[in-house]
């Protein structure tokens, strides 16, 4: 499981630090890919695994999702540690989610998550009449399930 946040500088040459407790859950073969929202997404391999077993193209794949399965695998990389534990981001994956200089780092459970400072900062400094107001919707529509 991948908690917490972590604020790291992205160089010159696109890399960037990955912290020690999520290199330990991540073998040789994890993925990264685009994530919603403008973020990345970086899988192990068995997360991997489901994400290809939900998105397979067939002739009856509906347009939507032939273009969702498009856009996440065809730029999905597999990511390696150097030896200081960063991984590299490439131009486009940098240029995808809007990374520049600084990159937070946010385990989300089954994956982790890297976006760039301005939308982190949108997004995970919530009020709390804010995290309130989504944690209700959200079990809302559990209760609809």
């Known amino acids: 499981m991948f908690l917490g946040t972590y604020r790291h500088a992205v160089d010159s040459k696109g890399r960037l630090a990955i912290p020690a407790r999520f290199r330990e859950q991540l073998p040789t073969g994890s993925i990264i890919s685009k994530g919603a929202e403008g973020c990345l997404q970086v899988y192990g391999p068995d997360e991997w695994v489901?994400?290809?077993?939900?998105?397979?193209?067939?002739?009856?794949?509906?347009?939507?999702?032939?273009?969702?399965?498009?856009?996440?695998?065809?730029?999905?990389?597999?990511?390696?540690?150097?030896?200081?534990?960063?991984i590299v981001l490439s131009a486009d994956q940098r240029g995808y989610a809007g990374i520049t200089g600084i990159a937070w780092i946010v385990g989300v459970n089954n994956l982790i998550e890297i976006w760039n400072d301005e939308n982190w900062r949108r997004i995970?400094?919530?009020?709390?009449?804010?995290?309130?107001?989504?944690?209700?919707?959200?079990a809302e529509r559990r209760r609809g399930k």
């Open 124 to 138: 995970g400094e919530a009020t709390p009449e804010e995290y309130t107001r989504i944690q209700d919707q959200v």
């Open 50 to 86: 489901k994400e290809q077993s939900a998105l397979q193209l067939t002739s009856e794949s509906p347009a939507e999702e032939r273009r969702l399965t498009r856009m996440r695998f065809g730029a999905a990389r597999e990511c390696e540690f150097d030896a200081q534990g960063r």
